[in-house]
Structure formats: structure tokens, C-alpha cells
């Protein structure tokens, strides 16, 4: 839950002021109001308790303060950092007041000092003590039962003319039957195991409020605990220090089965957690497992007796909190716990340090549930077959419980909350591959494949999935002919979980134990070339060992298959991609990827760098064919939850992409912006009898149905997608007839048009025309012809639907078979054009921003194999990069993916 960070003068009673931490007449009360500096602490009404204050020691020039800061120094690396070696002289006073001059029995101060004494020596083995040095009987002093306990300290302390120093401490006892606020006790500490207190009247409550404020002195604070009205055993905090659970606060004092919680009249074991923060006892009596990992049992002996490594502290592998577990039983201090009406606090105790301060604990209870008894809760212990779960989610099993040990499971497995994405192929029975997730909080969600290289919504297709730390796909393992999936549970078993076809499941069955071995398992495909699925596992030797699958849900023996494997951080089936059977992919921690190819014969093909920059692209999912190219995909699931697809071509990642076939039945293909308002960028396509198709883009690098919206269109020469170009806020189209007329085409931003309008005559003369966007930089769409002689002229729109005086922009064009707009093809913010050379070469002459170029870039060759070739922008694929179409000579469209930087780039495509 940890540690949370705020000012610790509000949340603990420190006063700070600008001169520094110094004693004043009124301390601060113990626990404020919530608020953003102290959000989730409480303190409830009623509750026996003494109240405490850290102070520049009486006499001592105050330093410059530091607020918060020096408070936390005091608590991280004072005292508590040096742990206790030495005997405190106190001087004892028994005190008479102005309006009380009752007697407080100097016999009974000092047996409550002796108890404390007593308590302290036991939990320091003998280290610490504390011994009354001198004694001032029945002073008489002019404080006044009426003054707050602030001003009655410094009034008796100031007559008494006494001073701080190190192992020192002054304790006062007044005839009054509380403090002011009804406090027990309040105690004043200073550093270096000096510091005051003041007590009222001797009680049953004496012994038990002077050992918890020489707590204080030692440099402890409270034993507290959590409270939560949704019940949660345990809870994080967000950026502000405050709960992620608003139900949740701290419970100040509510560990009362602490010294330092609320007082009673017994004195409790102070907790491990406040032992190993202050350095007490021998120091062997906590066994530090360090960060938990795994599953491993331990046991723990009474905490209040005397064994050495009785209690269990470990680490959360992924929070980084430090947990405590110790046994609570009746014995030695504890013996109180024998009592009736105390069985709900024998048992295991769990216990956190920090809290309210990095100098608090924490106690976390079976129900955090705010408990109802007035101040002493009755169920503080985890019994035997319960579990406790940190936020996180390593968990805590306690096996049995019993008068003299108790034995526990701590399941510290990071991925049991991790989500897990992978593909067991065609799991829904459509005849397309699919991606399942299992997410944090266990569930299993479905997304189904779609045509056009995207993934459907998920659907929730199972829950509780949480108890395995490995989750894969195996396509069909037991041979019923559908898709399945296996998954491991922290003790090793490995389950199957036969697919039904239809996106459900048949009756699982156990298949395997002994797992946990294995960090990664890869559900590989048929490896070994018998046509039955398999698996390959990886030891944290660096082993990979093979398991044939037997066909029907069954291994036959496994061999080992290779070594060295542990320089890998992920594994992941590869299927076909690589250009072998199925493979493996794998990556390292530097951040490349490699294909290791199956060679159908249980072994591989020599292995292939294929990617660098890989190590954030969380999991990776191979083999299947999403695109529906017939050649195996990658789709790396980033841990945010965000999917990119990176297509294969059979060897490695496709240059290009085939998206769609029989584009040569059209005579002009070109970029549409996003024409029907559905935030994605589309395809306007003209046929040779004129018909005009809008191919809505699907924002995954493909389509959605193709619908048809004009005919007639084969009357022009040339027609341009404008973007805004009459101020109306929606797309238009011009369009050139073959007498020169220029027409405009509004839409109505949904796919259809408005009146066309004449906007221009005499455009017959230029050879090719294109429509780059603002290029001029004056926040209005242009346009750009080119004339026979080679000359490149800019028409400034006037942003309603006409234009300003051209201006030439350049000479030379005629050197180019094909002139169009390139979108912000090199990342920069402003408009740009491609050209292509009759030689197939392709250029790139980034816009100024101003209406002209700066220094242009080659691209690439081979293009004079496209028709038509048309720069969709940065929303067709949905990864925000620019990309490019071509219809080749066969009719195929291929899609080339732009890095934003000038360059291409394998083809990258985002299927959500």
C-alpha cells in the first residue's frame, strides 16, 4: 500500500514552523481533518490514546526549518537508523497543580516506569533501559488543570529549569484524571533517545501509555490500520498520495495488538515491521526473504516468544513494499491474547511498514471493513485457508495455524496480474485468425478476426483466468479439430482448456505438473512435422526443451533442443514467418528481434535479425495471418493495450502490402481525405465508364464495402479532392472537363454532393494538376498545375471556393510523368509533393510551409510500375504514420507505409 507522501507534520501531530521543528504551548492534535496533505489519514473519537510530538529539545537553539523534509530525516535517519544501546535517566516528578494539589504516588510512577523499562529491555535484548535517575516529589507548580497539556509540560519543565540531552528524559505526573482532549499521555521526543512526558493520575492504562511514548523517544510512531468500506485486504495510492480506493483511509492507533496503537490495558508485542525499522532484539529474530518470487512456503513461531527468525518479511516484486508476517499467540508479552473474546487476534499477523509516516505501520486485516467495536478490533489475524492478496497481487496462503507455529504460501508472481495476449488461431469457428487477451483482472476477452486487417470490439468469453502466470494458444492440441488453449498455474500445473468452436469452452483437464520451471512456453505448431501441435519450453538454464504433442491433449517424452536460450526476454511462435515450418520468434534485451525458422524436422533453420527497437513492444503475437495474404503477421501488443500489426511477405516484414485486386478497371485513383466524416481517410476511385466509387477506409489499412456515388464522371480529365476548399467546413472535389472548365463539388461531409459550382476556365493547358493541401501556409486549400513547358504554378485558394493570383513555383516538371500532393510526408508540419521520373524513380519535395520547397530527397525506384499512385496521408492505417497506394500493372493496390520522417518503412497497420 505503501509508503504515502505528505507533509508528516499534519499527519502525525508534528509542529513545524519556519524557524524550524520546536516545542510549543499547544501542540497540533494527533490526526487532522482529510485533506490534500494529509488524504487518507484518520483519527476516531473515543479511542484510548496519548498524544506526541517531535520538538527541538528544551534549550536548544531551533535550526532553520525544512519543513516536512527534516521531519523525515529525523524519522528515516535518526535515532530509529541507530538503533537503542543505553540506559535513558529519567527524572521523575510527581506534580501538584494550582486548582489540584491531590498527591500522585511516587511508588506507583515509578512501577510504571519499571514496566516500561522492563518492555523496552525485552524487545532490545537487553540494550535498552530506562532507570530513574532522580526524583522530585509532590512539586508544587502554577500550571493549572485547565491549561492544555502543552502549556502544563513547559510550564512544570521551565520551574523545573530542566535541559535535554542524550539519553535523558523528563517524566511528569499530574493528580488530573486525563490530559486536555482526554489524552492519556502525551510525550515530547527530541533525537538521540531524549525526550519529555507528561502523564495524568496513575490508571490501569499507566504502564501500557509510558511504554508506547518511549516508543516515541525510541523513534516509532503509530501502529495503524487500514480501513476500507469496499472491504479490500490491501490498496494502492495514486501521483497524490492518495488512496486508488476512495473507500480506503488509516485508521490511526487501530493496531491494537501493537504498544504503539491504541492504549489499553495489556502492553502488546510492538510488531516486526517497527522491530526491523528500529534495529531491535539480536537482530536474527526476522527472516528477510528479499523480493518474493515464485511459490514458497514458510513457517513462523510466537512473536512475542523468543525463536530466532520467527516472522517472515518480503518484498512485492511489483510494488517494491515490504510485508511482515508474524505469528501472534499468548506468549510473553502477548500472553494478555489468552484471554476470552481474543481469538480473532491469535493468529497470523500481517503488518506493513509505513503508512500515515515512513516511521508508522500498518496492520492489514482479514476484513478492512471499518470494525465496529469501540476501539480494540476482535479480528486482527489471518486464520488458517485464508488468503491475503497486496494490491498488486502476490499472494499470501496461510496453511495452518496452531499454538506454536504457524505455516504460510507466498505466490509472488508478477504475471498472475499481468495481461497476456496471444493467438490460439481460429477460435471463434468464422475461418479467421483471432486474438485473446487475458487481462489483469482475470478475465479472457475475444477479438475476433475481420476482414480488411482489423480485430473486432472483445468480447468476454471467461473469468478467473487470474490463477495462471502463462496463458497461450495451441490452434487444435487434442485433435477434435478446434482451436485450444493451455494455461499454467503458479504450482506447475499445466491445463487444457478445449475450444468448442464457437468462441467457448469444453471441460478443461489437467495435462502436465511440474511446470513452474519453465519461465517461457511457446505454443510453437506442429514443430517436429508429425501434424500434431506442439510445445517448446525454456528453462531458466537457457535450456529449450521440445514437447511433442501426442495428437490428443497429451505430451509424448520431451527432448532438449537447444541451450543458451536465456538471452532471450520473449519468446513467441513465429508460424511460417521467416520462410520456414513453424518457428520461433525471439527477442533480446537490446531490442532486436530474430526469426528462428522451423525446419519441419524438430530443429531450425539458421536464425535472422529482422527488427531492432523491439523492447517496448510488449506482446508478441506470430504465425497467424491477419492480413489474408497467405504469409504469417506479427502483431505486437503494447502493454498500454494498443496493437500494431506488422504484415510478413514469407520471409520477413512486407515492404509493401497487396490491400486490393482489379484496380486497373479504373482510370484514376486518388486520396479522398476523409470524405464520409467517419475520422478515417479514404479512397475516391473513377471507373472507365465514369462511375465514381468512394472505398471508405477502415483505419486499419483496408476497406469497408465500396459504395458507389456518382456517374458521369469520365467527362473530365482530371478530378482533385480540394479538402475544404469553399469554407464550409467539408470536403470537395474539383473537376476538369476536356474544354478547360473547373468545377467544384461540395459534399455535405457524409459521401454525397451538393450543386456543383463553376469555379475557373481555361485549365485545359496544364498537364497534370494536383491538389497539395495549404500549401502556401495562409490556412486555405491551393492548387497545383503543371504546364507542357514544365513550369509549376501555385493557385492560392481564397478559402470560398475561388482563388488569388497564381505565382510560379517552379520549372523543370516536365521531368515527371506523375506530380502529386504527399500529405506532411516528412513529419514537419507542412504540406508536401511527390514526383515520379519516367525513369520509376520517386522524389520527395518537402513544402516550405510558404508556397515553395526545400531540398528535395530520392525515395526509391521501381515506381514506374504503378498506373496510379495516390498519398493517403497520416490516417489510412491508423498508426499515425503517412503511407502511399500504387495500382500495379496486375491490378493489384499496394500499400507502403511512411516512417513521418521522409522515408518507408516496412508496413505497419493498426488492427483496432
Known amino acids: 500500500m505503501g509508503l504515502l507522501r505528505r507533509a508528516i507534520a499534519v499527519s502525525t501531530g508534528l509542529v513545524v514552523c519556519a524557524t524550524g521543528l520546536f516545542f510549543v504551548q499547544a501542540p497540533a492534535t494527533a490526526v487532522p481533518l482529510p485533506s490534500p496533505d494529509s488524504p487518507n489519514v484518520r483519527f476516531v473519537e473515543g479511542t484510548p490514546h496519548s498524544d506526541h510530538v517531535f520538538e527541538t529539545p528544551p534549550t536548544v537553539a531551533p535550526q532553520p526549518s525544512q519543513g516536512s523534509t527534516d521531519v523525515e530525516r529525523r524519522l528515516s535517519d535518526g535515532v530509529a537508523a541507530t538503533g537503542p544501546n543505553g540506559d535513558i535517566r529519567i527524572r521523575l516528578v510527581t506534580a501538584k497543580l494550582a486548582d489540584n494539589t491531590n498527591t500522585v504516588s511516587m511508588s506507583g510512577a515509578e512501577q510504571a516506569v519499571a514496566a516500561t523499562s522492563g518492555y523496552w529491555k525485552a524487545m532490545t535484548a537487553g540494550r535498552l533501559s530506562m532507570t530513574v535517575d532522580s526524583r522530585v516529589a509532590g512539586f ?102 492518495r488512496f486508488t480506493d476512495p473507500s480506503c483511509y488509516i485508521r ?141 497481487g502476490t499472494q499470501v496462503t496461510i496453511n495452518a495455524v496452531s499454538s506454536t507455529s504457524a505455516t504460510v504460501t507466498i505466490n509472488a508472481d508478477p504475471k498472475l496480474k499481468s495481461r497476456m495476449r496471444f493467438s490460439a488461431g481460429d477460435f471463434d469457428g468464422d475461418k479467421l485468425p483471432d486474438v485473446i487477451s487475458r487481462e489483469a483482472d482475470g478475465s479472457l476477452l475475444l477479438f475476433g478476426g475481420q476482414s480488411g486487417n482489423r480485430l473486432k470490439d472483445p468480447v468476454q468469453i471467461g473469468s478467473g483466468w487470474g490463477i495462471f502466470n502463462a496463458v497461450l494458444g495451441t490452434a487444435d492440441f487434442n485433435g477434435d479439430g478446434f482451436a485450444d488453449i493451455i494455461a499454467r498455474a503458479s504450482d506447475g500445473g499445466l491445463w487444457l482448456y478445449p475450444g468448442n ?146 504484415p510478413g511477405d514469407g520471409s520477413g516484414f512486407a515492404d509493401r502490402l497487396a490491400i486490393g ?15 464520409d466524416g467517419d475520422g478515417v481517410a479514404d479512397v475516391l476511385a473513377r471507373g472507365k465508364d465514369g462511375v465514381l466509387w468512394l472505398y471508405p477506409g477502415n483505419g486499419s489499412g483496408g476497406f469497408l464495402p465500396r459504395k458507389q456515388i456518382g456517374t458521369g464522371w469520365n467527362m473530365f480529365t482530371t478530378v482533385l479532392s480540394a479538402g475544404d476548399f469553399d469554407g464550409d467546413s467539408r470536403p470537395d472535389l474539383v473537376a476538369r472537363a476536356t474544354d478547360g472548365t473547373l468545377w467544384l463539388y461540395p459534399t455535405d461531409g457524409k459521401g454525397q454532393f451538393l450543386a456543383r459550382k463553376q469555379i475557373g476556365t481555361g485549365w485545359q493547358w496544364f498537364t497534370q494538376m494536383l491538389a497539395p493541401g495549404d ?27 475561388g482563388f488569388l493570383a497564381r505565382k510560379q513555383i517552379g520549372s523543370g516538371w516536365d521531368m515527371f510523368n506523375l506530380v502529386l500532393q504527399a500529405g506532411d510526408f516528412n513529419g514537419d508540419g507542412r504540406e508536401d509533393i511527390l514526383g515520379r521520373s519516367s525513369d520509376g524513380g520517386l522524389w520527395l519535395y518537402p513544402g516550405d510551409g510558404s508556397g515553395g520547397f526545400l531540398s528535395r530527397s530520392y525515395l526509391g525506384s521501381g515506381w514506374n510500375m504503378f498506373s496510379g499512385i495516390a498519398a493517403l496521408g497520416n490516417g489510412f492505417t491508423g498508426t499515425g504514420d503517412p503511407s502511399v497506394v500504387g495500382v500495379a500493372g496486375d491490378g493489384s493496390l499496394l500499400l507502403y507505409s511512411g516512417t513521418g520522417a521522409a522515408k518507408f518503412k516496412p508496413v505497419a497497420l493498426n488492427p483496432r
Open 775 to 801: 500549401f502556401t501556409g495562409d490556412g486555405k486549400p491551393d492548387i497545383v498545375a503543371a504546364s507542357s513547358d514544365g513550369t509549376l504554378w501555385a493557385y492560392p485558394g481564397n478559402g470560398s471556393g
Open 501 to 646: 468452436g464457437k468462441g467457448g469452452f469444453l471441460a478443461r483437464s489437467q495435462v502436465g505438473f511440474g511446470w513452474q520451471g519453465f519461465p517461457q512456453i511457446v505454443a510453437v505448431g506442429d514443430f517436429d512435422g508429425d501434424s500434431r501441435n506442439d510445445l517448446l519450453a525454456a528453462g531458466n538454464d537457457g535450456r529449450l526443451w521440445l514437447y511433442p504433442g501426442n495428437g490428443s491433449g497429451g505430451f509424448l517424452a520431451a527432448t532438449q533442443i537447444g541451450q543458451g536460450w536465456d538471452v532471450f526476454n520473449t519468446l513467441a511462435p513465429a508460424g511460417s514467418f521467416g520462410g520456414g515450418t513453424a518457428g520461433l520468434l525471439a527477442r533480446a534485451s537490446d531490442g532486436t528481434l530474430y526469426v528462428y525458422p522451423g525446419d519441419g524436422e524438430g530443429g531450425f533453420k539458421p536464425r535472422a535479425a529482422v527488427g531492432s527497437g523491439w523492447n517496448g513492444a510488449g506482446d508478441l503475437i506470430g504465425g497467424p495471418d491477419l492480413t489474408g495474404d497467405k504469409s504469417a503477421d506479427v502483431l505486437a501488443a503494447a502493454p498500454g493495450g494498443g496493437m500494431t500489426l506488422y
Open 252 to 392: 490511526e492507533y487501530g493496531d491494537t495488538t501493537d504498544i504503539m496503537g491504541a492504549a489499553q490495558y495489556a502492553q502488546p508485542v510492538v510488531s516486526s515491521s517497527f522491530w526491523d525499522y528500529a534495529g531491535f532484539g539480536r537482530g536474527d529474530e526476522i527472516r528477510d526473504v528479499g523480493v518474493a518470487g515464485g511459490v514458497k512456503s514458510y513457517t513462523l513461531k510466537p512473536w512475542g516468544g523468543t525463536d530466532a527468525q520467527r516472522a517472515i518479511k518480503f518484498t512485492d516484486p511489483v510494488s517494491k513494499e515490504v510485508y511482515y508476517l508474524e505469528l501472534r499467540q499468548p506468549v510473553g508479552y502477548d500472553s494478555y491474547l489468552s484471554a476470552a473474546g481474543r481469538e480473532g487476534n491469535r493468529g497470523v499477523k500481517i503488518v506493513q511498514r509505513g503508512g500515515a509516516t515512513i516511521a508508522s505501520s500498518l496492520i492489514l486485516m482479514p476484513s478492512t471493513i471499518p470494525f465496529t467495536e469501540p476501539w480494540y478490533a476482535k479480528n486482527h489475524a489471518w486464520q488458517a485457508g485464508s488468503t491475503f492478496t497486496t494490491y498488486t
Open 140 to 241: 508544587q507548580s502554577s500550571a493549572r488543570s485547565t491549561d492544555s497539556y502543552g502549556t502544563i509540560i513547559s510550564t512544570i519543565t521551565s520551574e523545573l529549569k530542566w535541559s535535554a540531552s542524550p539519553y535523558t528524559a523528563l517524566v511528569i505526573f499530574i493528580p488530573s484524571s486525563t490530559l486536555s482532549g482526554n489524552a492519556l499521555g502525551a510525550g515530547y521526543s527530541s533525537g538521540s533517545y531524549n525526550g519529555r512526558v507528561l502523564m495524568p493520575q496513575l490508571s490501569s492504562f499507566s504502564s501500557n501509555v509510558m511504554t508506547h511514548e518511549f516508543g516515541h523517544v525510541i523513534g516509532l510512531m503509530h501502529a495503524d490500520a487500514l480501513q476500507c468500506g469496499s472491504g479490500v485486504t490491501d490498496v494502492g495510492t495514486d501521483s497524490s498520495g
Open 661 to 675: 485486386a482489379g484496380w486497373t478497371a479504373f482510370s484514376q485513383v486518388w486520396e479522398a481525405g476523409d470524405f
